[in-house]
């Protein structure tokens, strides 16, 4: 897949690493491609390449993911990013496809956005490729961020950038000061360590609290996971807030368009 110069001496474009082309391509987050990498599900040329680091000429070489072949950057003249926040509702699950029950990517059609859309936009959303950055859980709604850009996936999804994630928590009863500090200093569970969560807001509403949380990290299913071990029975959970977009007054099920910038 290296490449020699042309006979003026000009160099090609610069090589990449095949993680960062594909979510640059918006197929995937680099750590989702990392993972296809390595179960043998990419190939680059025709050959399959199941070792990560290995760096492709992004305009030239042709990218197989899955059994889907990619345009390659001289095939493709535009690359447009789209953003789109989605209010989902529970029981939809934050994956590219539909094989565990029905798919966030199901709701982002012309007539689910929030108010009437245009033409051009209509046209957008219908041929552009978009996933899920992160996850939230089947059992909880709330704010979606839905993207081609890889590489702003990878700055959210990485535990190293320490975005922030906000969300409504809903237990049925008073949460304990003992249980507040163990939740704020972080726990094992199962051989897991799950850090600490910040704990922002309380208020006490009848026979259930609702508890505004933050996270910084967010492993699978964490904050239902740290609950339960202590014995609380969670209502509800609804993420609130990524990075600097919240989720406001969107009603469930709709989806709007959003800017970077209003976002990191």
Known sequence: ??????????????????QKHIADLGICSRRK???LIVAGKVKV??????????KVDPEYDEIIVNGEKIKR???????????VALNKPVDYITSTTDEQGASVLDLIIPQNHFKPI????KKLIQSVRLYPVGRLDKDSEGLILLTNDGELTNRLTHPRYEHEKEYEVI???????????????GMTIEGESLQGIQIIKEFNKGRVTIITVILKEGKNRQIRKMF??????MVSLKRTRIG????GVLPIGRWKFVKKEHII
């Not at 897949?1 to 095949?18: E, F, H, N, S």
């Not at 237990?171 to 200093?185: G, H, M, P, V, W």
């Open 1 to 18: 897949m290296l490449r020699t110069p042309t006979k003026r001496g000009v160099l090609l474009m610069a090589l990449v690493r095949l």
């Open 33 to 35: 491609a990392e993972e």
């Open 45 to 54: 040329n025709e050959i399959v390449v199941a070792k990560l680091g290995t």
């Open 73 to 83: 950057l001289k095939d493709s003249k535009i690359k447009n990013f789209v953003y």
């Open 118 to 121: 245009d033409d051009a936009s």
């Open 171 to 185: 237990i049925d009863s008073i949460l304990s000061k003992d249980a507040k500090n163990i939740l704020q200093k």
């Open 228 to 233: 339960g071990r202590l014995g609380y029975h």
């Open 244 to 247: 600097k977009l919240n989720l």
